[in-house]
């Protein structure tokens, strides 16, 4: 006779604090920062890393991530990322932002650390909309997609194209690992924890600015459900946001990760 | 050490590095760019980190990032580039870290020029930017007091855990001056309790300045009001000179309080009996010397280059005991000492029983005063 | 025979997303509506006994809420 034993194939990453998030259920803000937490673990990373938080609806990340962190202000993460790196250049220092933060208001912050070619790690939410606000339009809603700023769809003539992220950081010299990737199925979030994972690579490896763009969901702000807002990201926004590797430092090709 | 002849920023700077400051990150703006060049000159040599940011408004987090890895850092700029700092100091204010930024004022509002002012006396001492908060302010008035006033001022930043400012004009800035520089200053190996550096062996450090629920702001607030409470009792600083027997009390900061003290000297050869008193601390200011002072002198001048910024502080301490007239400059222009003297025996002649706001009067002595000068 | 396993859901983290459920293979998740969390969602739970293990519900969910578990053989020690 065969004996057997319980063998654990997934539980919660030990980077995790037992804390409950504020998150609106199905929001993939917490898909993101669990893959964060997992390979942050798998590389034990965890004692030197610092992330930084943005203004946002990840504004409480630093309560949900088991490590040191602090809150930036709208935008400058990247700023704040940057003073902290370069007094401390041992450790892991990590931003996470969403699309207004780092597309609109922190443009500059962004767009300089990928010049400079600062090592750091950039987490990018892409969820087409201002979340904690309330829903207005980003920098990367839809053309036609309704916010509560853009009541009768946005329209591309009066308020612009949505901003692609990770092809404008592709072409910066500074950066080394430039990916986009999405968060709408199971599939897709094993690829962006991969992506996730290089990233960190890349910065542990010193090959400058690394960032991951997530396209993720917002059901409340959508105002659909939560199955509804995966579709919207696999039919709508991946049109709109090929996902794919924009830059990739050849140093890190054939890594197995 | 021997004095030598220093350059106003290159001596600021220097004074920073010697003072142990570990991040420097700005972004050029005249009258304060030397002190960037200087800094990218020197940091990267020592191991140290400088960044010319892509902005003011990077710059200032950048140093924010940096505080909050428990370093000595700083930014230096100009009066434009400190409004756009604003956002970050008061982010700096609400985490409780240490920061120091220096200040070399410029004419203003708007561009303005870049001819030396004091225009920004509000912004820095009245805070600046957001939110309930005190920012320590420094304001030396010669080369030597502004390099000492760098060391004290990461020495107070630590202490308080508090935002402090220096704050000199572009007088200041590109004067040459004979001075002392310190030694340099072992960099301390001690990390703050607070700093974030990795939650290695420790529970993780946060360092935020949001406090959603307003019981816990109103909790912060209070700790920062009684932490200034501490610090006005503790660290006000100012200058005396010909102060014993003074009638007359002139009031002046930075460039305008030394100035002013020529024309006190020349004063007194004139056999007018008048004095000065240079607050050093601008925040916090040397209030109970005043009040003692108002017990003293016959009548106050102030002397500032801009609109009467500082008099408004004076007033309320002096509370119509003693009558306060008001002389200033604006738009960069820097007062002579004639023009202080003139004003002095004015004052000393005056028997008037002072009025509610000294600009008034002062308005259209300045209007004819340019009139003149035309 | 394939390899049975079973989940643990942590009520103090689901908020009965349902992502879990559109994402399980084996369709044996179900949201009880019997039970609420203590933030007042209804936890999902495991309805079949057909649960293979494979960890897909954990991979989708946002609240790390999940814990998998799956058999595994032990080699019986030879005496
Ligand atoms: C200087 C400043 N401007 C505006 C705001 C208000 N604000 C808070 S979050 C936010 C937008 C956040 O949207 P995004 O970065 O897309 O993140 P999400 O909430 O969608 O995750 C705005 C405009 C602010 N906090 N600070």
Same mark, same amino acid.
């Given at each position: 006779m065969v004996s057997t034993t319980a063998e654990v194939v997934y539980q919660r990453p030990e980077s995790f604090t037992d804390v409950h998030t504020h998150?609106? =259920?199905?929001?993939?803000h917490g898909i993101a920062h669990r893959l964060i937490a997992e390979v942050i673990d798998e590389m034990g990373l965890r004692e030197k890393t610092i992330g930084v938080a943005p203004v946002g609806c990840s504004v409480f990340a630093y309560k949900y991530f088991k490590m040191d962190f602090v809150e930036a202000p709208h935008g400058r993460a990247p700023a704040m990322a940057t003073g902290i790196k370069r007094v401390l250049p041992e450790n892991t220092v990590f931003t996470y932002q969403g699309d207004g933060d780092l597309?609109?208001?922190?443009m500059a912050e962004i767009m300089h650390a990928a010049a400079r070619g600062e090592n750091i790690t950039v987490i990018f939410i892409n969820n087409a909309i201002y979340g904690m606000t309330g829903g207005q339009m980003a920098p *990367? *809603?839809? =053309?036609g997609m309704k916010t509560t700023s853009s009541p009768f769809g946005r329209d591309v003539e009066l308020t612009g194209h949505p901003i692609r992220m990770a092809e404008i950081l592709a072409i910066m010299d500074g950066s080394g690992y430039i990916v986009r990737r999405s968060l709408h199925n199971a599939a897709n979030i094993r690829k962006s924890k991969k992506a996730i994972r290089l990233a960190f690579e890349a910065q542990e490896r010193g090959l400058g600015f690394s960032m991951v763009e997530l396209l993720s969901s917002c059901p409340t702000n959508w105002k659909i459900s939560v199955r509804d807002s995966m579709e919207f990201i696999a039919d709508k926004m991946i049109p709109v946001f090929p996902l794919g590797d924009y830059k990739v430092s050849p140093s890190l090709e054939g890594l197995k990760v | 050490m021997a004095k030598e002849l220093l350059k106003g920023n290159h001596a600021f700077a220097e004074a920073a590095i010697r003072a142990g400051v570990e991040a420097f990150y700005g972004y050029p703006i005249t009258p304060s760019s030397e002190f960037l060049e200087y800094m990218s000159s020197r940091l990267p040599s020592l191991g140290r980190a400088f960044v010319q940011a892509e902005s003011e408004v990077s710059a200032i987090n950048m140093v924010y990032g940096a505080a909050c890895a428990g370093k000595r850092a700083m930014t230096a700029s100009s009066s434009p580039g400190i409004s756009l700092m604003m956002e970050g100091i008061s982010y700096i204010a609400g985490t409780e870290v240490p920061a120091v930024v220096v200040n070399v004022m410029r004419g203003g509002p708007g561009l303005g020029n870049i001819a030396p002012s004091q225009g920004d006396y509000y912004q820095m001492i009245k805070g600046g930017g957001h939110g309930d908060y005190f920012p320590i302010v420094l304001a030396p008035a010669r080369v030597q007091e502004a390099i000492d006033s760098i060391e004290l001022a990461f020495d107070l930043a630590e202490k308080y855990r508090s935002i402090v400012h220096v704050i000199v004009d572009g007088n200041m800035g590109q004067m040459m001056e004979p001075a002392e520089l310190p030694p340099m200053k072992e960099i301390s190996k001690e990390v703050p309790d607070?700093?974030?550096?990795?939650a290695k062996g420790r529970e993780p450090n946060t360092l935020t300045s949001i406090y959603l629920a307003p019981e816990d702001e109103e909790v912060t607030n209070l700790r920062l009001l009684k932490r200034w409470k501490e610090i006005e009792k503790n660290e006000v600083l100012y200058q005396e000179y010909q102060l014993d027997d003074a009638e007359i009390l002139v009031i002046g900061f930075g460039t305008a309080g030394r100035v002013a003290s020529s024309a006190i000297r020349e004063a007194r050869e004139e056999g007018i009996k008048a004095g000065l008193l240079r607050p050093i601390t601008l925040a916090p200011f040397p209030q109970e010397r005043l009040i003692e002072l108002t017990k003293q002198v016959r009548r106050i001048l102030v002397v500032e280059m801009n609109s009467g910024m500082m008099l408004d502080d004076v007033m309320k301490i002096v509370k119509g005991q003693v009558p306060v007239e008001f002389y200033g400059r604006m738009g960069g222009m820097t007062p002579l000492p004639d023009e202080i003297l003139d004003e002095i025996k004015r004052v000393a002649a005056n028997k008037g029983p002072g009025s509610d706001d000294p600009r008034d009067e002062w308005i259209p002595r300045l209007e004819g005063r340019i009139l003149g000068e035309k | 025979m394939p390899v049975s396993g079973w989940i643990v859901v942590d009520d103090f983290y689901c908020k009965g997303c349902e992502l879990c459920i559109e994402a399980c293979p084996e369709d044996v998740l179900e949201l009880d509506m019997d039970r609420l969390t203590p933030k007042g969602y209804h936890p999902v739970k495991m309805i079949e006994e057909t649960c293979t293990g494979c960890g897909i519900c954990a991979i989708v969910c946002p609240d790390a809420a999940i814990t998998v578990y799956r058999e595994k053989p032990v080699k019986q020690a030879r005496r």
């Amino acid at each position: 006779m065969v004996s057997t034993t319980a063998e654990v194939v997934y539980q919660r990453p030990e980077s995790f604090t037992d804390v409950h998030t504020h998150y609106c =259920p199905g929001c993939t803000h917490g898909i993101a920062h669990r893959l964060i937490a997992e390979v942050i673990d798998e590389m034990g990373l965890r004692e030197k890393t610092i992330g930084v938080a943005p203004v946002g609806c990840s504004v409480f990340a630093y309560k949900y991530f088991k490590m040191d962190f602090v809150e930036a202000p709208h935008g400058r993460a990247p700023a704040m990322a940057t003073g902290i790196k370069r007094v401390l250049p041992e450790n892991t220092v990590f931003t996470y932002q969403g699309d207004g933060d780092l597309a609109s208001i922190g443009m500059a912050e962004i767009m300089h650390a990928a010049a400079r070619g600062e090592n750091i790690t950039v987490i990018f939410i892409n969820n087409a909309i201002y979340g904690m606000t309330g829903g207005q339009m980003a920098p *990367t *809603t839809l =053309p036609g997609m309704k916010t509560t700023s853009s009541p009768f769809g946005r329209d591309v003539e009066l308020t612009g194209h949505p901003i692609r992220m990770a092809e404008i950081l592709a072409i910066m010299d500074g950066s080394g690992y430039i990916v986009r990737r999405s968060l709408h199925n199971a599939a897709n979030i094993r690829k962006s924890k991969k992506a996730i994972r290089l990233a960190f690579e890349a910065q542990e490896r010193g090959l400058g600015f690394s960032m991951v763009e997530l396209l993720s969901s917002c059901p409340t702000n959508w105002k659909i459900s939560v199955r509804d807002s995966m579709e919207f990201i696999a039919d709508k926004m991946i049109p709109v946001f090929p996902l794919g590797d924009y830059k990739v430092s050849p140093s890190l090709e054939g890594l197995k990760v | 050490m021997a004095k030598e002849l220093l350059k106003g920023n290159h001596a600021f700077a220097e004074a920073a590095i010697r003072a142990g400051v570990e991040a420097f990150y700005g972004y050029p703006i005249t009258p304060s760019s030397e002190f960037l060049e200087y800094m990218s000159s020197r940091l990267p040599s020592l191991g140290r980190a400088f960044v010319q940011a892509e902005s003011e408004v990077s710059a200032i987090n950048m140093v924010y990032g940096a505080a909050c890895a428990g370093k000595r850092a700083m930014t230096a700029s100009s009066s434009p580039g400190i409004s756009l700092m604003m956002e970050g100091i008061s982010y700096i204010a609400g985490t409780e870290v240490p920061a120091v930024v220096v200040n070399v004022m410029r004419g203003g509002p708007g561009l303005g020029n870049i001819a030396p002012s004091q225009g920004d006396y509000y912004q820095m001492i009245k805070g600046g930017g957001h939110g309930d908060y005190f920012p320590i302010v420094l304001a030396p008035a010669r080369v030597q007091e502004a390099i000492d006033s760098i060391e004290l001022a990461f020495d107070l930043a630590e202490k308080y855990r508090s935002i402090v400012h220096v704050i000199v004009d572009g007088n200041m800035g590109q004067m040459m001056e004979p001075a002392e520089l310190p030694p340099m200053k072992e960099i301390s190996k001690e990390v703050p309790d607070w700093a974030v550096t990795g939650a290695k062996g420790r529970e993780p450090n946060t360092l935020t300045s949001i406090y959603l629920a307003p019981e816990d702001e109103e909790v912060t607030n209070l700790r920062l009001l009684k932490r200034w409470k501490e610090i006005e009792k503790n660290e006000v600083l100012y200058q005396e000179y010909q102060l014993d027997d003074a009638e007359i009390l002139v009031i002046g900061f930075g460039t305008a309080g030394r100035v002013a003290s020529s024309a006190i000297r020349e004063a007194r050869e004139e056999g007018i009996k008048a004095g000065l008193l240079r607050p050093i601390t601008l925040a916090p200011f040397p209030q109970e010397r005043l009040i003692e002072l108002t017990k003293q002198v016959r009548r106050i001048l102030v002397v500032e280059m801009n609109s009467g910024m500082m008099l408004d502080d004076v007033m309320k301490i002096v509370k119509g005991q003693v009558p306060v007239e008001f002389y200033g400059r604006m738009g960069g222009m820097t007062p002579l000492p004639d023009e202080i003297l003139d004003e002095i025996k004015r004052v000393a002649a005056n028997k008037g029983p002072g009025s509610d706001d000294p600009r008034d009067e002062w308005i259209p002595r300045l209007e004819g005063r340019i009139l003149g000068e035309k | 025979m394939p390899v049975s396993g079973w989940i643990v859901v942590d009520d103090f983290y689901c908020k009965g997303c349902e992502l879990c459920i559109e994402a399980c293979p084996e369709d044996v998740l179900e949201l009880d509506m019997d039970r609420l969390t203590p933030k007042g969602y209804h936890p999902v739970k495991m309805i079949e006994e057909t649960c293979t293990g494979c960890g897909i519900c954990a991979i989708v969910c946002p609240d790390a809420a999940i814990t998998v578990y799956r058999e595994k053989p032990v080699k019986q020690a030879r005496r």
